[in-house]
T-cell receptor, first 107, second 115 residues
Framework: GDSVTQMEGPVTLSEEAFLTINCTYT??????LFWYVQYPGEGLQLLLK?????DKGSNKGFEATYRKETTSFHLEKGSVQVSDSAVYFC??????FGTGTKLQVIP | IAGITQAPTSQILAAGRRMTLRCTQD?????MYWYRQDLGLGLRLIHY???????GKGEVPDGYSVSRANTDDFPLTLASAVPSQTSVYFC??????????????FGPGTRLTVL
């Protein structure tokens, strides 16, 4: 069946550091891929998504490119801020979620 | 615009008791979902509904039931709670129920503890 694997956390970075959170997937057909973010004490909210191969989703300085050849959708940000501290979930076609990666950014 | 509301915010429940978690959305979305979030396991789908009057089982449906009498409400019932159902429960909705491209919108969650 469909599945998503994302890197274990927590990830601790200093402010302005470069962020990569890896996500790979297994699926039949041509799924859409999503990154959701969960801030402390809140529900998940969409960060970005891509619906077909080679699409790049972007929002709030975060980017991820749908790579069909490597079945990956890695999340990147060039310069993280303390306010980016949250748990990040990779998701496949909306209903299959990874286990989440906690990001902590320290000043 | 409220989006999705869930009630209660948190609850401590004795094992064996019946409990209904409430979820209401005001976005007129067709599809609704219930997930549980457990440390190290991420979000797992319990039940879903693609449209009013229909429901389906997700990855972990045992011990839970749902109903979808109208578009706005999607309650989740634990008929006889057990400690393994201690979790944070999230309700979500999406506009069309076409899981391949739909963005889901999440409620704030209900933290349930079963003793």
């Amino acid at each position: 069946g469909d599945s998503v694997t994302q890197m274990e956390g927590p990830v601790t970075l200093s402010e302005e550091a470069f962020l990569t959170i890896n996500c790979t997937y297994t699926a039949t057909g041509y799924p859409s891929l999503f990154w959701y973010v969960q801030y402390p004490g809140e529900g998940l909210q969409l960060l970005l998504k891509a619906t077909k191969a080679d699409d790049k989703g972007s929002n709030k300085g975060f980017e991820a490119t749908y790579r069909k050849e490597t079945t990956s959708f890695h999340l990147e940000k060039g310069s993280v801020q303390v306010s980016d501290s949250a748990v990040y979930f990779c998701a496949l076609s909306g209903r299959t979620f990874g286990t989440g990666t906690k990001l902590q950014v320290i000043p | 615009i409220a989006g999705i509301t869930q009630a209660p915010t948190s609850q401590i429940l004795a094992a064996g008791r019946r409990m209904t978690l409430r979820c209401t959305q005001d976005m007129r979305h067709n599809a609704m979902y219930w997930y549980r979030q457990d440390l190290g396991l991420g979000l797992r789908l319990i039940h879903y509904s693609n449209t009013a009057g229909t429901t389906g089982k997700g990855e972990v449906p045992d011990g839970y039931s749902v109903s979808r009498a109208n578009t706005d409400d999607f309650p989740l019932t634990l008929a006889s709670a057990v400690p393994s159902q201690t979790s944070v429960y999230f309700c979500a909705s999406s506009s069309t129920g076409q899981q391949s491209t739909d963005t889901q919108y999440f409620g704030p969650g209900t933290r349930l503890t079963v003793l």
